[in-house]
């Protein structure tokens, strides 16, 4: 008897003890399904590492007064691993809400001030090296400016005209549509192409094999060594001039310009005929009264610390201008005084101010593009009669190059009698100016769209 008590005294602890353990089971399991509803699966903390670009370094090491109210400084970091494409900022948001609706979790909004634009270029480090201007010439046309004794007979030697067209590398059916049309060569008339060295050699394999056979071809290719970006578009303003100073002293006129322009040089030699060379003589599309552009998404985009006054000195757009080798030749030496600017437009008219030389427009110069008539807005747009009187026209492609010159050049074209076109200052208007603070200066789409 005593000992089937005791047996049931067993049981029944046993029993308590497996239905104690069950119930404490049950509750885990409890626990941790609620914790999982509720987004606990991650830790409550977090530490992202962000990893700057080497713009974002350069400005918040340099502009640190300013940048230090927005965000902290960030230390440089350096990276083994290779880069990925950057991913834009809506496929970034996006996907971030896409993961948090999975988890369940709903995005905080972050508070403070964001983070400003960060600019596309390397203004600290530009200022850094601008005193380095002087690079070596890889290819030299010492010959050019030498007129040939067929060509000098009977007249003088002196070259007229030198025409030099700004190009990169890459761009070789560009350089030869400018051979073929405005850009071929004549009496008295000779033609360089300024480039300087490929950023990216990648993207152009034996592109000095290529220049140096079109150079041998051709013999108009000017090459330096220093890279051929947009902002080192001053440089090779820089180096041009004193190649002129050495190579071509007597050279009476120089048209300088884009490969992606149509240049009307029968007009630009009528024009010339009545300006003197040993005088100064610099005319384009003008543009005065200029603001920088502090906004950082445009291409133009110069922050105060680089060039801190209000408005910019009368420049040239850079499509193409005219001026006299007397001209040329002061340029080269005042260019010289001036410190180096990342816009070379601008930059060009800082010299012509330096030297006191006041720039003159000529409506014929259109280096923003031809506006489409209000009055007859259903008119042919690529019509050769609105180029017939022109200069420059500026932005555009090949094909276009090609055709307007055959167009210009076909002895059926005609065309009503038009009035020529007077010269004149440019000023920017000021109902474009009231409440506009930045104006961007890119360049527009001309008169060449079909409907």
């Not at 193409?320 to 007397?326: I, L, Q, R, T």
Request: aromatic share 10%.
């Amino acid at each position: 008897m005593v000992m089937l008590r005791r047996r049931r005294c067993y049981v029944k602890g046993d029993v308590m003890c497996t239905m104690l353990l069950l119930l404490l089971f049950f509750l885990l399991l409890y626990a941790r399904q609620a914790l999982l509803s509720s987004g606990w699966d991650k830790p409550a903390w977090r530490l992202d590492i962000l990893r700057p670009t080497s713009s974002s370094r350069t400005l918040l090491g340099t502009n640190r007064a300013k940048v230090a109210q927005g965000a902290p400084e960030l230390p440089p970091c350096e990276h083994k691993s290779k880069r990925t494409q950057p991913k834009s900022k809506a496929q970034s948001k996006s996907k971030a809400k896409s993961k948090s609706r999975r988890k369940g979790i709903t995005p905080t909004k972050t508070t403070g001030a964001p983070l400003p634009t960060l600019p596309p270029f390397d203004f600290v480090g530009y200022l850094r090296e601008k005193d380095n201007r002087n690079f070596r010439l890889l290819i030299d046309q010492p010959q050019k400016c030498q007129l040939g004794e067929s060509e000098g007979a009977g007249e003088s030697r002196e070259l007229y005209m030198l025409i030099a067209v700004k190009s990169v590398a890459a761009d070789f059916d560009k350089r030869q549509v400018v051979r073929r049309t405005w850009g071929k060569e004549g009496r008295s008339i000779r033609t360089v192409f300024l480039l300087g060295v490929p950023k990216n050699r990648t993207a152009l394999p034996l592109w000095d094999q290529l220049l140096t056979y079109e150079s041998q071809t051709f013999g108009d290719i000017l090459l330096w060594d220093f890279e051929d970006t947009f902002f080192n578009l001053t440089l090779k303003e820089t180096h041009f001039l004193e190649w002129i100073n050495r190579t071509c002293p007597r050279v009476k006129f120089v048209f300088k310009g884009d490969a992606d322009v149509y240049v009307n040089v029968e007009n630009i030699l009528e024009m010339l005929q009545s300006e003197k060379s040993n005088e100064d003589l610099f005319i384009g599309d003008i543009i005065v009264n200029a603001k920088p552009i502090r906004r950082r998404t445009s291409k133009y985009y110069v922050p105060e610390f680089v060039y801190g006054s209000a408005l910019y000195p009368s420049y040239a757009g850079g499509g193409g201008f005219v001026m006299s080798g007397y001209t040329a030749r002061r340029l080269s030496a005042s260019c010289q005084q001036v410190e180096l600017f990342p816009i070379d437009d601008v930059f060009l008219g800082m010299c012509l101010q330096l030297i006191g030389i006041k720039p003159s427009r000529h409506q014929g110069f259109r280096t923003f593009g031809i506006p489409r008539p209000s009055a007859a807005p259903h008119l042919q747009t690529f019509d050769p009669c609105f180029y017939r009187e022109l200069m420059v026209v500026h932005s555009l492609n090949v094909p276009q190059i090609w055709l307007m010159w055959n167009l210009l050049h076909d002895p059926k074209l005609s065309c009503h009698n038009r009035s020529r076109l007077t010269s004149g200052s440019f000023r920017w208007r000021t109902s474009d100016l009231k409440g506009e603070e930045e104006t961007d200066y890119e360049e527009k789409g001309v008169f060449v769209t079909h409907d």
